[in-house]
């Protein structure tokens, strides 16, 4: 089992508002390059959407609950289909979105039992609880060639170490993918 976590960053850093849902004054930032930038499975999951299983925040799954089930082509029927857990301490029903559960009781501890690769999109509290129990083994950003100067951080300052090893870069659209791997202890 591998955690994975999938993000749209900016040069800086910032992982906020990538779609301009929040209502942000800089919040868009990833949909101006346009759709072929983010449309589809521009983060190379691959089999491991097929066969994994989605854990999201609360404002994450609802606003994906909101944009995949009304949706349908090929990757949308893939979004739909993936199990997705979802931590939440105030959600209680998930079924407007197929397949969805919310977990019951800690975060850290669903991810560790769960058998299948797990896939970590958007919410930074989710992102970053696992970076603090030490379960990330992968990064996957698409990378934007744009520059905030002020929003949320993925790695946010005074965070703890982490050391990485890039498996990957590629061009995706007006982005670049890349991929990082924790390095072997």
């Given at each position: 089992m591998s955690v994975i976590v999938i993000e749209f960053i900016t040069l800086d850093?910032?992982?906020?508002?990538?779609?301009?849902?929040?209502?942000?004054?800089?919040g868009g930032w990833a949909f101006r390059?346009?759709?072929e930038t983010v449309a589809g499975?521009?983060?190379?999951l691959g089999r491991t959407l097929d066969d994994g299983v989605m854990a999201l925040g609360r404002s994450t799954w609802q606003l994906f609950s909101r944009l995949w089930p009304g949706r349908d082509d090929p990757f949308a029927a893939r979004m739909n289909a993936v199990p997705k857990l979802v931590a939440s301490r105030?959600?209680?029903?998930?079924?407007?979105?197929?397949?969805?559960?919310?977990?019951?009781?800690d975060l850290v501890h669903a991810v560790k039992r769960e058998p299948r690769?797990?896939?970590?999109?958007g919410n930074l509290s989710v992102v970053r609880t696992l970076m603090a129990g030490d379960l990330i083994d992968e990064y996957r950003l698409l990378t934007f060639p744009t520059i905030l100067g002020g929003g949320e951080r993925l790695f946010p300052s005074g965070g703890s170490p982490a050391y990485l090893e890039c498996l990957s870069a590629e061009r995706v659209g007006a982005a670049?993918?890349?991929r990082y791997g924790r390095v072997a202890r």
């Open positions: 850093g910032i992982v906020s508002d990538p779609d301009g849902s929040a209502g942000t004054s800089t390059h346009g759709p499975d521009k983060f190379r105030t959600l209680t029903d998930a079924s407007a979105w197929a397949n969805s559960t919310v977990i019951d009781g690769d797990v896939i970590i999109t670049v993918l890349t």
